[in-house]
């Protein structure tokens, strides 16, 4: 069975209100003092860890056929891992009005309920292409800006012939956090690296992370307090959503949401996400990164076009995850790399700006344990082949 998780590519960038095209989400500011992580030296409570931080769902969906590398089809990462399981049946977390509350006074802020990366262009930049590589297209890269110790991963890098960065029409990075998603079905492996930049015969990049495609869920992903090349420590590309997911007509995991930095809570992180920034500047009643919000079950969906419906199915069957800082709200593909185009399916970047979806349509799921980032240590030994 062919998986509806069209792996050539997804895409997913950020195109600002104004029109303008950035991969920019936000100013992660994870250094710390001596340069090197974006931690610092105190310890906090984040041993206190359980697998059973919150309530997902037992349904897990487990179609073990046609995914990639064992995944589910129309899924990355097997089924142990919490966005690729159904939170229909989970628990309303006790400061669910207080969050929804505080989000929906902000309901007007630029972005919201925007969707990055669907236009009515023609090979658009818009979005993170998510490429398909092989063992033979890692060349070593230069550590350039934001490359975080012991955060990312030292292990050469794929760069698959006709790719291209979020936001670029290649491999040259003129502005904005310019990701590289590449998925290496041989390796099971996924590399995404966040400030990619390639002149031509030099790879740079920031912070790298190489996830294992075939590994078990662990609460502490890549590591307890370290990033990735999402601000949150998480994966990016299982998170976005693809035009050939709409026109299959199902989406099958969590997605992805972004939230300005003054709209998150200042330093704090709850599962499955493992680290916060220094950005971060929301109140007690903000939203942690990691958060996961579920769409009411009875919100009425019938005003929506056929592709907002299969977004909506999903919020409310899975709903979605806060990865990472910025300004527009959900995070799709680019359509280059992908069989379907946007304007095959109907989907535009402002269809589900309607005045009928607010914040308080939403409810947060239990949330379980909060850990505070200050003087979070990363401590980790990076993969170097």
């Given amino acids: 069975m062919k998986s509806n998780f069209h792996l050539n590519a997804l895409s997913i960038c950020m195109v600002l209100a104004l029109g303008m095209l950035t991969c920019q989400e936000g100013e992660r500011n ?33 179609d073990t056929e046609g995914g990639i590398c064992g995944a589910a089809d129309g899924q990355l990462f097997n089924s142990s891992y919490p966005w690729n399981q159904s939170v229909e049946n989970a628990a309303v977390d006790s400061e669910s009005n207080a969050i929804i509350a505080f989000l929906q006074t902000h309901r007007d802020d630029l972005g919201t309920f925007k969707i990055d990366g669907p236009t009515s262009e023609s090979n658009a930049a818009y979005g993170h292409p998510i490429l398909t590589g092989t063992a033979a297209d890692r060349i070593p890269f230069v550590a350039g800006a934001e490359h975080y110790t012991p955060d990312s991963d030292k292990a050469p890098s794929p760069l698959p012939a006709g790719g291209a960065l ?70 990016i590309t299982p998170l976005l959503f693809t035009a050939d997911e709409i026109a299959a007509g199902e989406i099958k995991h969590a997605l992805r949401f972004i939230l300005p930095n003054n709209r998150i809570r ?17 109140p007690a009643e903000a939203p942690p990164y990691g958060v996961r919000l579920r769409l009411k079950s009875d919100y009425d969906i019938s005003g929506f076009n056929d592709a907002g419906k299969v977004i909506l199915r999903a919020l409310k069957r899975y709903g979605m995850i806060h990865a990472d800082g910025g300004y527009i709200t959900f995070a799709a593909a680019n359509d280059r790399y992908t069989q379907h185009k946007w304007t095959d399916v109907g989907l535009g970047p402002n269809d589900l700006m309607k005045d009928t979806l607010n914040w308080t349509d939403f409810e947060v799921i239990e949330m379980g344990t909060l850990y505070d980032w200050t003087g979070c240590q990363c401590e980790r030994t990076p993969i170097t082949e």
């Fill in 30 to 62: 994870d250094e710390g003092d001596d340069g090197t992580s974006g931690d610092s030296d105190t310890d906090t409570d984040n041993d206190a860890d359980t697998d059973a931080d919150t309530d997902i769902d037992a349904d897990t969906d487990t």
């Fill in 166 to 235: 979020c936001g670029q029409q290649g491999y040259s990075c003129a502005s904005g956090d310019c990701h590289k998603l590449v998925i290496v079905e041989e390796e099971c492996r996924l590399y995404e690296l966040y400030k990619a930049d390639y002149d031509g015969s030099t790879l740079y990049g920031g912070t790298q992370a190489i996830w294992d495609l075939t590994q078990p869920y662990s609460p502490e992903l890549r590591g307890e307090c370290c990033t990735s090349a999402d601000a949150a420590g998480l994966p």
């Fill in 266 to 282: 200042q330093m704090m992180y709850v599962r499955p996400a493992t680290h916060s920034t220094y950005s971060t500047s929301g």
